[in-house]
């Protein structure tokens, strides 16, 4: 993402200019967006015409639009954004308060502004505008038959490839109807990792599968890579990593990201940070159970103690609908970073991210016990938009 510009006031209202450079960038616009913002973009719009002798005909037509927001729709596969409100601004094509439909486009600046832009939205920004932060890890979960090419960036986890093949069973005496169905399936990953990695910018790839399906795939991989002297994966060759997973399923990229010696590889990466936050959270639940809460109105408890040490909490909560809601989470988290704590925002698109919406999206790890608090948990924590 790149920032054009930034006018912001002291009151916190202004607004901004961005430009969305790859398909991530949508993910984290679709976070910036919220019903009442105002959002300027250029789009087409179908406009009805009619000629000198009276006949009507239509034509489609590349305006810039400003429209106030009234529903947002993102398609998570796709990452395509399409925002849905009724103009502000009359122009020659469209009305004062006409509804229109714009799908954002890669590479076409928009200007977003908002009557009050708060921490957690800015954080958001300067994320997305981080060159830093961008995609790092790819991982090929699988078990024969089976294999979920999977891009792991700082924001999400999207299935970029789902690979399937009928592996008939071994027979007494003859495996040959066996190493040819493998063969094909180890084929069809390989064009998958081809086709769908960008070597440029991935750091590590991970081979991840139970038994010594990963093994025979790396063999097969490289001798195929010898064979047709692709340099890609030959150069590439030190990127590789091979771990065990309990299935070709992707929810067994949490165990993946778990592993010690991803995670020595991967200590950089934001969604590494996610999984051992997670993982801290719930081993502290178990040995220690009055330094591990969840829940807003517990969190909102401890931190009012000054107790949090760590904040676990879902970006899905900062889309609530409800500003009273949204603002009560924006106020939790500005209440740890002032008093020393550490704040971690799980994208919700991320495996961990949904583990975390199970305890009603919202964690943290204490600096010291607090006894069990016993009043009922507030509805608001897991209310959704």
């Known amino acids: 993402m790149k920032l054009l510009r930034k006018d912001i006031e002291k009151d916190n209202a202004g607004q901004v200019t961005l430009v969305p450079e790859e398909a991530e960038d949508m993910w984290h616009t679709y976070n910036l967006l919220q019903v009442g ?58 009305k004062m308060g006409a509804y229109h439909t714009i799908e954002l486009e890669l590479n076409r600046k928009f200007t977003l502004a908002k009557k009050l832009w708060d921490s957690v939205v800015l954080d958001r920004i300067e994320q997305a505008c981080d060159p830093g932060q961008k995609a790092d890890v790819v ?35 003859s495996c ?65 990593v091979l771990v065990h997973s309990s299935s070709g399923h992707k929810y067994s990229l949490k165990e993946i990201l778990c592993d010690p010696t991803v995670i020595s590889r991967l200590s950089d990466t934001k969604a ?15 040995h220690e159970p009055d ?45 740890i970073r002032d008093n020393g704590g550490c704040v971690r925002i799980f994208s919700s698109l991320h495996v961990s991210g949904e583990q975390l919406t199970q305890l009603s999206g919202v964690a943290a790890i204490l600096r010291f016990p607090i006894a069990d608090l016993s009043e009922p948990e507030d509805d608001s924590s897991s209310e959704e938009d």
């Open 139 to 173: 991982a090929v979960v699988m078990q024969e038959g089976l294999a979920n090419l999977v891009l792991v960036t700082a924001a999400m986890t999207l299935l970029r490839a789902k690979v399937e093949v009928t592996i008939p069973r071994k027979r007494r005496g």
């Open 176 to 240: 040959t109807q066996h190493e040819k169905a493998l063969d094909r399936f180890y084929e069809a990953v390989m064009q998958a990792i081809l086709r769908h990695i960008n070597f440029d910018v991935v750091k590590c790839v991970l081979l991840a599968s139970p038994g010594f399906v990963k093994d025979q795939f790396s063999s097969f991989l490289f001798r195929e890579a010898v064979r047709q002297d692709n340099k890609l994966l030959l150069e590439n060759r030190s990127k590789f």
């Open 291 to 335: 330094r591990a809460f969840y829940g807003l109105a517990h969190v909102e408890k401890a931190a009012d103690a000054l107790a949090v040490d760590t904040l676990l909490i879902s970006d899905k909560l900062f889309r609530h609908t409800e500003v009273s809601t949204r603002g009560r989470y924006v106020r939790l988290v500005n209440s």
């Open 37 to 94: 913002d105002s959002l300027q973009a250029s789009t087409i719009r179908k406009v009805q015409t009619e000629s000198s002798t009276g006949s009507v005909g239509s034509s489609r037509v590349r305006t810039t639009l400003t429209l106030s927001v009234e529903s947002i729709d993102f398609d998570s596969q796709a990452c395509q954004l399409r925002v849905k409100g009724t103009n502000m601004e009359e122009n020659q094509y469209v």
């Open 272 to 286: 590494a940070a996610e999984v051992r936050a997670l993982e801290d959270f719930y081993k502290m639940l178990q």
